[in-house]
Structures are given as C-alpha cells and as structure tokens.
C-alpha cells in the first residue's frame, strides 16, 4: 500500500494484546431556498415527542446477548486465536483502553501514523496469524459502544442470529439516512470541495459517476467502517480498495492529488489533521457491494439506542426515502427532497442552509 499513496511515513504493525437496473428516472427538482423559520414550530416540536410504531419494531430488531453467551466470551474472547470469529479493538492512547470491550482484543495502533487510518490496520490484520483460519474478522474503533450504542456480546449476538453472511455492517447515525441522498453528499457538509474530489477520483478509477448523486436506500447506508467480514469479503474487497487509491495516485492531476492527500479535510479540526482518504475509503463499501462485491451477501445489523434517538421526521424521511427507491417514484423522492429541505431549514442556521442546502440538492433525481 505504500506504493500506491503518497503518504512517506514509515510502516508499522499494530500491537495485538489479549483484553478483556432499469433506465435511470430523472426528473427536476427546484433548488431549495434557505430562507424560512429555522426554529421547530409547535406542531413539529410536538411530532417530534410522539412515538412510532414501526420504529419501535426496528429499535427492537438487535436483541440483547444471553448470559450463556457472557459466559463463553469470558473464556474465549474475539480475538481468541480459538475463536471462529476474531474482533480486535483499536485504540490510539493509553486511556483509552479503560473504554474498550472486554470481549474483544485490544489493538494498539499508537505508533501507526498512515493516513488510511482503520484501512492500514485491515492491510496488516490480514496478512497476520491473527486472523489465519477465523470464519469472521474485523477490527473497531475504541469508541465502538459510544457510537453504536451496543456491547461486545450484544453485537455478537446479531452476527450468530444471522448466520451466512460474508460481512455485517451497521450505520451509527441513521439520521443521515433520513437527511441526505447518500453519504457522498454528506460528505460535502463535513469535508470541503468533498463531493468534486470524489467525482475525481471516481471518474480516474472507473467507478460508477451515479453513485455520488443518486438516491441510496438506508440499507446501502455505512459509516466508520463498522464491519466484520469473512476471509472472502476481506480477500476481494481490501485489493478493491487498494486498486481505487493506486489509480488516483496514478492518475489524478498532480494539484488534486495533492488535494486529496492534503489536511484540508479535517477543516474544523475534528480528526487530528486526517487527510480526504479516510473519508473517501470509509465510503467507499457500498459502492464496493454494488460492483465488485454484487456477489458477496451483507448483513445490516440494527442499532436499537440509536434508531431510539430518531424523531418522528426522521422516521418518516428515511421511510419516504426507501419507499420512492424501492417503487422508483419520482414524484414521491422529489416530495422527499422538498420536505427534506424544510426540515433542515428549520432546524440549521440560515447561514448553514445558504451554504450547503444548493450544494447537497442535485438538480435531478436519480434512482441507481
């Protein structure tokens, strides 16, 4: 992999410590206007406390891990050479190993300094004996039950309730789910220039240029590369990866290159100078399962405490949103995208709206 980027830091190897279709359908949409009440109002502060139906039914979906189960991930925890599924835990600094899963395997990762982050940490994992003859493996980040909301032996539980799967992923905040068309237009909010960098990279390694723009149902939804795969998903998928970066090194012009290997993707600070790369490979598993993976079989796990946190708009946007891709309604995904933009109006600063409101509003709708 140190070929293929341009990163110049040295290589290290973590530290593994036993723990505790058809046609796309086009039609216009309005762009959207950031002028408005950008206050809930009565009414829809008040949709906002009422409870649904069906999203109880999916809070409900992940159920808790039996004692049985507690009991034999005390004697052999995931990251067990004995155990078939083999789950590491990253962490970067000392204290954080205070907040790590007792069932999975403490990795430490300080030393590494790569841009590729968690996809480094993969590379490595999979060509180590810590993985050799496990039927799953995956590597987490330390804030894995802040973010998901679920414990080690919880998370277990959903892999075993579902067996047969070549990789299981979750999404930590399914609110994106619900407010944007895929994450690569999230990602516009988040990262600078994000989505014209993407459209480069995509356009040099031959991936499909729809995918950036199109309506993506909540199911191709993941984020913070959340996921547990079998030799076969890691086998196909980490080359994919790695064939993506070597043709934007490759090949993009030298000052976008630069761009993408650049801090300024971390504007706001949030990740300790990350680069673009990160950002872009973490999104880049769904686009994967739909080309290169079509074969593979993927399991979504349902995260209850966060599905919990969702307001009846959100419940209903996402639903909207899954609805008109599923019977590939125009009419229905452009009253997604109006009532989309109401609420976002009402509840960002006008400044925001005005900002990134024409940025994630593609002028068409397209079903991929």
Known sequence: MAKSTKSTARKTTPVVRASRTPRQARTRVTSPNPAGVHALSPLAAAAKRVSDPAGQAVAQAAPGA???????????????LRSPIRIFQ???ESWQRELLEPNFAALDNSKSRSELLEFAVFEQLAKSEHVKGAQLWGALSWRFSEKTGMSGADWVKAIEANPGADVYYCNPFPHNEALFHNYWLQGETAHPHFVALSRGVFQVAGLPAEAITSLASSEQFSSANCFVGSARFWAAYLPWVNQVLSAANKKLPPKVRDLLHSSQADARDLH?????VPFIVERLFPVFMSTAGKQLKAHKIALPERERELNVHLKLLREMKDVAIRTKSVWLAACWVNYRNLYLTQTNSKE?????????????????
């Open 66 to 80: 039996e004692p049985k189960l507690h009991e034999r991930l005390a004697k052999d925890p995931m990251g067990s």
């Open 90 to 92: 990253i962490y970067y």
């Open 272 to 276: 300790k100078g990350a680069t673009y």
């Open 352 to 368: 925001w709206c005005k900002k990134y409101l024409p940025l994630i509003t593609p002028t068409e709708i397209q079903f991929a």
